[in-house]
């Protein structure tokens, strides 16, 4: 006798949260603890030759739990949600078949939406449209058309960043394409049939405490070698107009490496935008009412959740 229930949904457990927060050591231990494996949530862990300036989980943090979707493709290759989805997608059935766990780890909060969601079907670029938005940028600078986004869009302009040229332009594209913003259009989209049964856990400390831990990371970084590892790429050929390298971190000591700023005020740069990277990330999760959030400290309760988690799984199975 045939069963009418539909197949159950394969498991996912995301550990989201802002940088700095303490994702990578946690992760760990709790991938360890509950026999799953890592896929990378990073948007720019996935680029080779990014080591410091991305917080990469070192060799020897890789090497006590398989990470996946780490060291992917070289700083001058072109890299998106939709793809991370396709390859995302295909580790988790890899890894399943293997009779292991999937814990999405990471801070890129499209990226963990694209896998879990799925992406909104998006208009066809119109290269009328774009064009005259590329020229708006060159005539009238970048923060011209972040001001218009942050009019007719301020849901996605609180979640872009106003360097993030090709976000800005193809938002503002979109809604001169369907007179609905962008943000309401994926928002819509959230509610279609999922593919995977989801345990969202946000990890959070006070501003504060969140924000010493970034000032302390920049100058731990520079101290690892991040001078040194911008000097290698910018010597390899990377231009800093990369999307890798315009990053934060790359693109402040880039400057500084080029006689344009003091050593001190790249410093000084790196940690505010960290700060301000951080905080829009927290506004990007808090958007998604289905994360619980816990402090890394919280170990307990964050262990207890993910047990439940399973246990009601199994109770289904």
Same mark, same amino acid.
């Given at each position: 006798?045939?069963? +009418?229930?539909?197949?159950?949904? *394969?498991?996912?457990? &995301?550990?989201?949260?802002?940088?700095?927060?303490?994702? $990578?050591?946690?992760?760990?231990?709790?991938?360890?603890?509950?026999?799953?494996?890592?896929?990378?949530?990073?948007?720019?862990?996935?680029?080779?030759? %990014?080591?410091?300036?991305?917080?990469?989980? $070192?060799?020897?943090?890789?090497? /006590?739990?398989?990470?996946?979707?780490?060291?992917?493709?070289? *700083?001058?290759?072109?890299?998106?949600?939709?793809?991370?989805?396709?390859?995302?997608?295909?580790?988790?059935?890899?890894?399943? @078949?293997?009779?292991?766990? !999937?814990?999405? !780890?990471?801070?890129?909060?499209?990226?963990?939406?694209?896998?879990?969601?799925?992406?909104?079907?998006? *208009?066809?670029?119109?290269?009328?449209?774009?064009?005259?938005?590329?020229?708006?940028? #060159?005539?009238?600078?970048?923060?011209?058309?972040? /001001?218009?986004?942050?009019?007719?869009?301020? !849901?996605?302009? @609180?979640?872009?960043?106003?360097? +993030?040229?090709?976000?800005?332009?193809?938002? %503002? /594209?979109?809604? =001169?394409? $369907?007179?609905?913003?962008?943000?309401?259009?994926?928002? @819509?989209?959230?509610?279609?049939?999922?593919?995977?049964? $989801?345990?969202?856990?946000?990890? =959070?400390? *006070?501003?504060?405490?969140?924000?010493?831990?970034?000032?302390?990371?920049?100058?731990?970084? &520079?101290?690892?070698?991040?001078?040194?590892? !911008?000097?290698?790429?910018?010597?390899?050929? =990377?231009?800093?107009?990369?999307?890798?390298?315009?990053?934060?971190?790359?693109?402040?000591?880039?400057? =500084?490496?080029?006689? #344009?700023?003091?050593?001190?005020?790249? &410093?000084?740069? %790196?940690?505010?935008?960290?700060?301000?990277?951080?905080?829009?990330? &927290?506004?990007?999760?808090?958007?998604?009412? /289905?994360?619980?959030?816990?402090?890394?400290?919280?170990? +307990?309760?964050? #262990?207890?959740?993910?047990?439940?988690?399973?246990?009601?799984?199994?109770?289904?199975?």
């Amino acid at each position: 006798m045939t069963s +009418d229930r539909p197949p159950l949904r *394969p498991p996912l457990v &995301i550990i989201a949260g802002p940088t700095a927060v303490g994702k $990578t050591s946690l992760s760990i231990r709790l991938a360890k603890k509950f026999g799953a494996e890592i896929i990378n949530a990073d948007s720019r862990q996935i680029y080779k030759k %990014l080591d410091i300036g991305t917080a990469k989980p $070192t060799k020897e943090e890789q090497s /006590e739990v398989p990470h996946h979707l780490v060291d992917l493709i070289n *700083p001058d290759e072109h890299f998106n949600a939709a793809r991370f989805a396709e390859l995302a997608r295909s580790k988790i059935v890899e890894i399943n @078949q293997r009779e292991k766990r !999937v814990f999405v !780890v990471g801070g890129t909060g499209l990226y963990i939406k694209a896998l879990v969601h799925g992406l909104f079907p998006a *208009p066809p670029s119109d290269k009328t449209t774009k064009e005259q938005l590329v020229k708006e940028t #060159e005539i009238y600078g970048l923060s011209f058309l972040y /001001e218009k986004l942050k009019k007719v869009d301020p !849901v996605s302009a @609180q979640k872009i960043h106003p360097n +993030d040229k090709q976000r800005i332009v193809r938002a %503002l /594209e979109v809604y =001169y394409l $369907t007179g609905e913003p962008i943000s309401k259009l994926q928002e @819509q989209h959230r509610f279609e049939t999922r593919q995977y049964e $989801t345990l969202k856990i946000a990890l =959070y400390r *006070p501003r504060e405490e969140l924000y010493d831990r970034i000032n302390r990371r920049v100058l731990q970084m &520079i101290d690892q070698g991040l001078l040194e590892e !911008v000097k290698s790429l910018l010597l390899e050929g =990377y231009s800093p107009e990369l999307n890798s390298m315009t990053s934060i971190g790359y693109q402040h000591i880039a400057r =500084y490496l080029k006689g #344009e700023i003091s050593l001190e005020r790249a &410093i000084e740069l %790196l940690q505010r935008d960290t700060r301000r990277y951080a905080k829009r990330q &927290i506004t990007w999760f808090k958007g998604d009412k /289905e994360y619980i959030w816990l402090r890394p400290d919280e170990y +307990d309760e964050i #262990e207890r959740q993910i047990d439940a988690f399973y246990k009601r799984r199994s109770i289904q199975e």
